[in-house]
């Protein structure tokens, strides 16, 4: 099984500031990685899809990087409504086997 | 769009099979896309469980094959999960979702809203 590690677990920034998310992958994923942001008490909302196609309405301050085993998600500038809990996902396409990173908490100083 | 409706028991005992069932509006689940379930313990991560073809060909973690089954009733447009021999560790709430695979990418399009699944005696 391929195995997803984020970092950092958590972080706490300012608004305004830059954050980024690492997702490492145990084995190459060429595009299938997507990026998720989960509310508390939410179901987590898909952001990114095939590693950097934006979901419809996703602010343009999120962008992501990388390839194959090592990837990131970068918020440009913070904003109050960014709080939450983000998760990484890879995918192979068949069979269709998800796993999911551990999550990074970002929080709001 | 597309809704997601996750339903079962709110507590259930140890060694027991759990039962959920998820049902979709707004959309066929025999016209195309994988259907699934994925499950986040309290205060922890997500975890996929399985995800179901709409041909009916199903797809199971590795972790938790041997106690999992997925099914599909399409004269209710549901589909469901049932995992057995649950222990506290499957304390969790329990998410079905739309999962979009293509060419390119598989991720998670529509989920529910969630169901608590608490494992006690």
């Known amino acids: 099984d391929i195995q997803m590690t984020q970092s950092p677990s958590s972080v706490s920034a300012s608004v305004g500031d830059r954050v980024t998310i690492t997702c490492r992958a145990s084995q190459g994923l060429r595009s299938w990685l997507a990026w998720y942001q989960q509310k508390p008490g939410k179901a987590p909302q898909v952001l990114i899809y095939?590693?950097?196609s934006s979901q419809s309405g996703v602010p343009s301050r999120f962008s992501t990087g990388g390839s194959e085993t090592d990837f990131t998600l970068t918020i440009s500038s913070l904003q109050p409504e960014d709080f939450g809990t983000y998760y990484c996902?890879?995918?192979?396409?068949?069979?269709?086997?998800?796993?999911f990173g551990g999550g990074t908490k970002v929080e709001i100083k | 769009q597309v809704k997601l409706q996750e339903s079962g028991p709110g507590l259930v005992k140890p060694s027991v099979t759990l039962s959920l069932t998820c049902t979709v509006s707004?959309?066929?689940?025999?016209?195309?896309?994988?259907w699934g379930w994925i499950r986040q313990p309290p205060e922890k991560g997500l975890e996929w469980i399985a995800n179901i073809h709409h041909t009916g060909n199903t797809y199971y973690s590795s972790s938790l094959q041997s106690r999992v089954t997925m099914s599909v009733d399409t004269s209710k447009n549901q589909f469901s999960l049932k995992l057995k021999y649950v222990t506290a560790a499957d304390t969790a709430v329990y998410y079905c979702?739309?999962?979009?695979?293509?060419?390119?990418?598989?991720?998670?399009?529509?989920w529910g809203q969630g169901t608590l699944v608490t494992v006690s005696s």
């Open positions: 707004n959309y066929s689940i025999t016209t195309a896309y994988y």
């Open positions: 996902q890879q995918a192979n396409t068949f069979p269709p086997i998800l796993s």
């Open positions: 095939s590693a950097s």
């Open positions: 979702a739309r999962v979009d695979c293509s060419d390119t990418t598989c991720y998670v399009d529509f």
